[in-house]
T-cell receptor
Framework: DTEVTQTPKHLVMGMTNKKSLKCEQHMGHRAMYWYKQKAKKPPELMFVYSYEKLSINESVPSRFSPECPNSSLLNLHLHALQPEDSALYLC???????????????FGPGTRLTVL | SQQGEEDPQALSIQEGENATMNCSYKTSINNLQWYRQNSGRGLVHLILIRSNEREKHSGRLRVTLDTSKKSSSLLITASRAADTASYFCATPGGSNYKLTFGKGTLLTVNP
């Protein structure tokens, strides 16, 4: 299984809502990532987990809260978002050899988030 | 910060023609990767070239790397309509695990 799955595919939420994005992989990868991508822009890294521990936080606002319950799952909890947070949220995973330096990343299809 | 910069930003060709995209980067790298993204979907890894390699092939893809010029090119030969997508170069940047993506080239292959 070489697939990264993400749910939901689409999400519309108000600024006072709390929602979660989910990501799952069964490739035995020990590094998992969240990216944010605005239209016609490249993906921007948000968080990296390595062996279920937060390795990188790219100064993301606290209204985004990541969680890695186990080696296969990655969540992104959303609370009090702003309309400008509307974007495609991509999850990715990779093996953990060479501390990620030469690893290709496998991406999920993304969650299209709209904040009203 | 942006590491890779692709050009052209957009490229439109006819099916069967070759497509060449270029990527320039600013700092020393261990490797450079190319990814494809179909409209509104996830990215797909195409090829990784290490800093000690000058050229690499994968099917209809040919990637070159010139570390002296800090540039890479992606050539797609005999293009197909299904090759229509955005293509991004990506380089390790700042810390392990971190990939920084270039702005991308939007390739349109007309049937």
């Amino acid at each position: 299984d070489t697939e990264v799955t993400q749910t939901p595919k689409h999400l519309v939420m108000g600024m006072t809502n709390k929602k979660s994005l989910k990501c799952e992989q069964h490739m035995g990868h020990r590094a998992m990532y969240w990216y944010k991508q605005k239209a016609k822009k490249p993906p921007e890294l948000m968080f990296v987990y390595s062996y279920e521990k937060l390795s990188i936080n790219e100064s993301v606002p606290s209204r985004f809260s990541p969680e890695c319950p186990n080696s296969s799952l990655l969540n992104l909890h959303l609370h009090a978002l702003q309309p400008e947070d509307s974007a495609l949220y991509l999850c990715a995973s990779s093996q953990d050899t060479d501390r990620g330096l030469y690893n290709e990343q496998f991406f999920g299809p993304g969650t299209r988030l709209t904040v009203l | 910060s942006q590491q890779g910069e692709e050009d052209p930003q957009a490229l439109s060709i006819q099916e069967g023609e070759n497509a060449t995209m270029n990527c320039s980067y600013k700092t020393s790298i261990n490797n450079l990767q190319w990814y494809r993204q179909n409209s509104g979907r996830g990215l797909v890894h195409l090829i990784l070239i290490r800093s000690n390699e000058r050229e690499k092939h994968s099917g209809r893809l040919r990637v070159t790397l010139d570390t002296s010029k800090k540039s890479s090119s992606l050539l797609i030969t005999a293009s197909r309509a299904a090759d229509t997508a955005s293509y991004f170069c990506a380089t390790p940047g700042g810390s392990n695990y971190k990939l920084t993506f270039g702005k991308g080239t939007l390739l349109t292959v007309n049937p």
